[in-house]
C-alpha cells in the first residue's frame, strides 16, 4: 500500500529544531511529506537542505498556507502568535513547537512518544508539542506507575542549543574568548555558560531557566496525569552545544532489582534504549532516550537512579512529526490536498 501524501509548512525553517524537523518528515515512511520551507515575511530566499533533497526556504506571504495539511512552527514564538490563525483558516493542522500557542483556549500539550493521545483532545486542530525534557521524565513516569512509583526527583542539563542558533554561537564564542583572554560575548545568557554551569542567567539575558524549569513540571504534569507532584525538578545550563542529559533518582513501593527495573522502561517499542554509558555525544542524531539503570544503595530494591541523554532537536522534531501523524489519524474527514 502506497503512503500517504501530506502537504506539510515549516515556519522558522532556517532554525535548528526547524533544519531537524524537516529532515525528519523527509526521513519518515508512514507519509510522504511535501515540504514548504519558510522563514520571516522579510527574510531572503535561501537554500539548504532536507534529507538528500535540496529545497528552498521562502519568506511568509498571505498564500503560504493555502492547501497545506499541517502547520509547523518551529522558530520565534512570535511567529506562531502571528500566522497561526492564517494557517487555521486555511484549514491545516498546527502543530507549535515554540510553545507560545500553550496560552489558547483548547490548545492540548501533547506526546504521542510518551503516551496515548487522551480521547478528550481528538477533536483538536492545534497542538503544542511537548517540551523534550518534560518527554524524557514522562516517559519514565508513565511506565513506573505500575511499580508504585513513590516520586521522582531529577537534575536535568540544558544544552545552549536549546536557545537556538544564538545560544549556540554564544557559547562557541565565549569559549574563544576564553581561551584567548578576550573578553565575553553575553548578550544571551549575560552570564558566562562556556566552562561553566549555572543554574540561572544574569538579569538581562535573552531567557529565563526558572521559566524553562516551571515549564518543564507543567508539561510533565499535563502528560502523566500527576495530580500528586510526584516529579521535582532542577535545572541547569550546561557548557555543550547538543543535547539533554539528566540524573533521575526514582523511588518506588515495588522491590525490584535493575534488570528487572530495566525491562519494564525499556521493554517492547520503547522510546528508551538501554545503554551502558548514555552521554549527550551518544544520543546525538538519534530519536530516542538513551538510560541507564542503578540501584541506589541506600534503598536497594525501592531506589534507584537512572542517567538519561537525548538530542533535544531529534527528539523535538520526532514527537512534532508523531503529534501531525496522530493529528491527521485522528480527523478522517479531513481532506488531503
Same mark, same amino acid.
Given at each position: !500500500?502506497?503512503?500517504?501524501?501530506?502537504? =506539510?509548512?515549516?515556519?522558522? &525553517?532556517?532554525?535548528?529544531? =526547524?533544519? @531537524?524537523?524537516?529532515?525528519?518528515?523527509?526521513?519518515?515512511?508512514?507519509?510522504?511529506?511535501?515540504?514548504?520551507?519558510?522563514?520571516?515575511?522579510?527574510?531572503?530566499?535561501?537554500?539548504?537542505?532536507?534529507?538528500?533533497?535540496? !529545497?528552498?526556504?521562502?519568506?511568509?506571504?498571505?498564500?503560504?498556507?493555502?492547501?497545506?495539511?499541517?502547520?509547523?512552527?518551529?522558530?520565534?514564538?512570535?511567529?506562531?502568535?502571528?500566522?497561526?490563525?492564517?494557517?487555521?483558516?486555511?484549514?491545516?493542522?498546527?502543530?507549535?513547537?515554540?510553545?507560545?500557542?500553550?496560552?489558547?483556549?483548547?490548545?492540548?500539550?501533547?506526546?504521542?512518544?510518551?503516551?496515548?493521545?487522551?480521547?478528550?483532545?481528538?477533536?483538536?486542530?492545534?497542538?503544542?508539542?511537548?517540551?523534550?525534557?518534560?518527554? !524524557?521524565?514522562?516517559?519514565?513516569?508513565?511506565?513506573?506507575?505500575?511499580?508504585?512509583? @513513590?516520586?521522582?526527583? &531529577?537534575?536535568?542539563?540544558?544544552?545552549?542549543?536549546?536557545?537556538?542558533?544564538? =545560544?549556540?554561537?554564544?557559547?562557541?564564542?565565549?569559549?574563544?574568548?576564553?581561551? %584567548?583572554?578576550?573578553?565575553?560575548?553575553?548578550?544571551?545568557?549575560?552570564?558566562?555558560?562556556?566552562?561553566?554551569?549555572?543554574? %540561572?542567567?544574569?538579569?538581562?539575558?535573552?531567557?529565563?531557566?526558572?521559566?524553562?524549569?516551571?515549564?518543564?513540571?507543567r508539561h510533565t504534569k499535563l502528560l502523566t496525569n500527576d495530580a500528586d507532584d510526584s516529579v521535582t525538578l532542577q535545572l541547569l545550563q550546561a557548557p555543550v552545544f547538543h543535547g539533554y542529559t539528566a540524573s533521575v533518582f526514582v523511588e518506588l513501593s515495588q522491590e525490584l532489582d535493575e534488570q528487572a527495573l530495566t525491562r519494564i522502561l525499556v521493554g517492547q517499542h520503547?522510546?528508551?534504549?538501554?545503554?551502558?554509558?548514555?552521554?549527550?555525544?551518544?544520543? &546525538?542524531?538519534?530519536?530516542?532516550?538513551?538510560?541507564?539503570?542503578?540501584?541506589?544503595?541506600?534503598?536497594? =530494591?525501592?531506589?534507584?537512579?537512572?542517567?538519561?541523554?537525548?538530542?533535544?532537536?531529534?527528539? %523535538?522534531?520526532?514527537?512534532?512529526? &508523531?503529534?501531525?501523524?496522530?493529528?491527521?489519524?485522528?480527523?478522517?474527514?479531513?481532506?488531503?490536498?
Amino acid at each position: !500500500m502506497a503512503a500517504k501524501r501530506v502537504r =506539510g509548512a515549516i515556519v522558522g &525553517a532556517s532554525t535548528l529544531l =526547524g533544519k @531537524e524537523l524537516a529532515d525528519e518528515l523527509s526521513a519518515a515512511t508512514e507519509s510522504v511529506w511535501d515540504i514548504t520551507l519558510l522563514d520571516a515575511p522579510d527574510a531572503e530566499l535561501k537554500i539548504t537542505a532536507a534529507g538528500d533533497e535540496a !529545497m528552498v526556504i521562502q519568506p511568509i506571504a498571505a498564500d503560504s498556507f493555502a492547501g497545506v495539511d499541517v502547520v509547523f512552527f518551529a522558530g520565534e514564538g512570535a511567529a506562531a502568535l502571528q500566522f497561526w490563525k492564517a494557517a487555521q483558516a486555511a484549514g491545516a493542522a498546527i502543530i507549535d513547537l515554540t510553545g507560545a500557542l500553550e496560552a489558547q483556549p483548547d490548545v492540548p500539550v501533547l506526546s504521542p512518544l510518551a503516551g496515548e493521545v487522551p480521547t478528550t483532545h481528538f477533536a483538536t486542530t492545534v497542538a503544542v508539542s511537548a517540551h523534550p525534557a518534560a518527554i !524524557m521524565l514522562a516517559l519514565i513516569s508513565n511506565k513506573l506507575r505500575a511499580t508504585g512509583l @513513590e516520586r521522582i526527583a &531529577a537534575t536535568v542539563l540544558q544544552p545552549a542549543s536549546e536557545l537556538g542558533n544564538a =545560544g549556540v554561537e554564544e557559547v562557541h564564542q565565549q569559549t574563544v574568548g576564553l581561551l %584567548s583572554f578576550q573578553p565575553l560575548q553575553k548578550e544571551i545568557y549575560d552570564a558566562q555558560v562556556a566552562f561553566n554551569l549555572v543554574a %540561572s542567567f544574569g538579569a538581562s539575558s535573552k531567557a529565563n531557566l526558572q521559566t524553562t524549569r516551571d515549564k518543564i513540571l507543567r508539561h510533565t504534569k499535563l502528560l502523566t496525569n500527576d495530580a500528586d507532584d510526584s516529579v521535582t525538578l532542577q535545572l541547569l545550563q550546561a557548557p555543550v552545544f547538543h543535547g539533554y542529559t539528566a540524573s533521575v533518582f526514582v523511588e518506588l513501593s515495588q522491590e525490584l532489582d535493575e534488570q528487572a527495573l530495566t525491562r519494564i522502561l525499556v521493554g517492547q517499542h520503547s522510546q528508551l534504549l538501554e545503554e551502558e554509558f548514555p552521554s549527550n555525544e551518544l544520543a &546525538a542524531g538519534k530519536g530516542e532516550v538513551l538510560l541507564r539503570v542503578t540501584t541506589a544503595e541506600a534503598k536497594k =530494591g525501592s531506589a534507584f537512579w537512572l542517567w538519561m541523554a537525548a538530542d533535544n532537536l531529534r527528539l %523535538s522534531a520526532r514527537n512534532a512529526a &508523531a503529534c501531525a501523524t496522530d493529528l491527521l489519524r485522528l480527523k478522517p474527514k479531513r481532506t488531503v490536498q
